[in-house]
């Protein structure tokens, strides 16, 4: 989706402000904002690039103007509605109303510091060669997918460099293609690829700039 | 580990209505039984205690130190930061990208805010702020600016944009005069933005 949240080369957002000595959370609803959208993630309810669709889907003004954990919570709250495993009715209330849906896991002290060390690695075994090495010209497509993807816009239809393969990874775009568990589990090869400063930002640009794109086979093809 | 609320004006009515709702939130997950709030409590512990910076300082004072662990980290950074003991959630398929007087390297997530969790634990607010996340990739010598960076025109500059669940480290130049310092000295002087590549040592 061409979304708000695509924001690489946008202009008007001004300096990047950095506060000195600034604390881990600015507010203490952060800190359980954020713990719990990391707990929840073991209901197995939804993935990680359904979480990231959730977020990138709010509506572009409530995106902008919510700050990051805000739009974690709106982005949970959302995940949680469309399953129902919460209501509104309960979100407004603070209270359950209706019985819960059964989850397939509970993170308790137990096991929760093995589940952060452990992760959620998204690399699998790929049967089919690479398309691509290291060294050759390839072009990101340039495509505009209404779903989710991570194909950012400003590589789209520009020719790169690749710089590494990293085997074969889930592929967001099909991850998200069913809101509910089993999800689609597309492997594809991952690779760096390298673009210079003014091949994506023309002439005029400064040409010591290089930015590289972590990119997906689907979203290459190969440059005659 | 105490918890502290800190005022900012600007986000004061903000902050009160997220308050409420968080705190709805919370007790209706666990009293649906989707959370236990021991673990909710033990993940900011974590987050708050256990994983941070200091983690990632270990890491390149090892690989400054001693050039067997550095060809590892450029080579295989996740297993060689796994022998430290840093693994997991937001650091599961590790790259390090090393600064040279030729190439400086930067990170950044235009999509969203990847960050390399287990060595550099949460991002700072400007990391997943629209101006980073909209001007590195386009402009990333300005950017430096804003954080007192100048690089000569010589130096290349090389921008990672996160987009996919790899998740980068800056290898900082290893300061002069530093030969007699021991591993923990070492770390001492690394920075976590050194580590993102938004300052120098």
């Known amino acids: ?224 | 580990m105490a918890s502290h609320s800190h005022d900012h004006d600007h986000e004061h009515s903000t902050l009160s209505e997220m308050d409420v709702r968080v705190r709805a939130l919370e007790s209706l997950l666990t009293q649906k039984g989707y959370i236990d709030p021991a673990a909710i409590d033990r993940i900011i512990e974590t987050y708050e205690t256990e994983i941070g910076p200091h983690n990632g300082a270990q890491v390149v004072a090892k690989a400054w130190a001693e050039p067997e662990f550095k060809a590892w980290l450029l080579k295989d950074a996740t297993a060689a930061i796994a022998s430290l003991g840093f693994t997991g959630r937001q650091g599961e398929h590790m790259v390090a990208v090393e600064n040279t007087p030729d190439q400086h390297n930067m990170v950044v997530c235009t999509l969203c805010s990847c960050y390399p969790w287990p060595i550099l634990g949460l991002p700072p607010v400007w990391y997943k702020s629209a101006a980073y996340r909209s001007r590195t990739v386009l402009e990333p010598r300005k950017v430096l600016a804003d954080f007192g960076v100048s690089l000569p025109e010589s130096t290349r500059i090389r921008v990672w944009d996160s987009t996919a669940e790899v998740r980068y480290l800056v290898l900082p130049k290893r300061p002069p005069d530093t030969d007699h310092l021991s591993p923990t000295a070492l770390a001492a002087l690394v920075t976590r933005d050194a580590m993102i590549g938004t300052a120098l040592l």
């Open chain 1, 1 to 224: 989706m061409n979304g708000v949240h695509d924001m690489g080369g946008q202009q008007g957002f001004g300096r990047v402000l950095c506060e000195k000595a600034e604390p881990l959370f600015h507010a203490d609803w952060e800190s359980r904002a954020m713990a719990m959208t990391v707990a929840m993630g073991a209901s197995g309810q939804w993935n990680i690039d359904l979480s990231r669709s959730a977020r990138e889907s709010l509506p572009p003004a409530v995106y902008l103007s919510s700050s990051y954990y805000e739009i974690w919570v709106r982005a949970l709250e959302k995940l949680m509605l469309e399953r129902s495993m919460v209501t509104q009715a309960e979100l407004d209330a603070g209270q359950l109303i209706t019985p819960p849906v059964k989850v397939s896991k509970v993170l308790s002290l137990d096991t929760v510091d093995a589940a952060l060390k452990a992760g959620s690695p998204t690399e699998r075994a790929i049967d089919q060669p690479a398309l691509f090495k290291v060294g050759q010209k390839v072009r990101a497509l340039n495509v505009h997918p209404q779903g989710h993807t991570r194909l950012p816009r400003y590589v789209r239809g520009h020719v790169g460099t690749v710089v590494s393969l990293h085997g074969g990874h889930i592929f967001p775009d099909q991850h998200t293609l069913r809101a509910l568990p089993p999800f689609t589990v597309a492997v594809e090869w991952l690779y760096t690829v390298v673009f210079d400063g003014p091949t994506l930002w023309g002439d005029g640009s400064d040409p010591s700039v290089e930015v590289t794109v972590d990119a997906w086979e689907p979203y290459l093809e190969a440059v005659a």
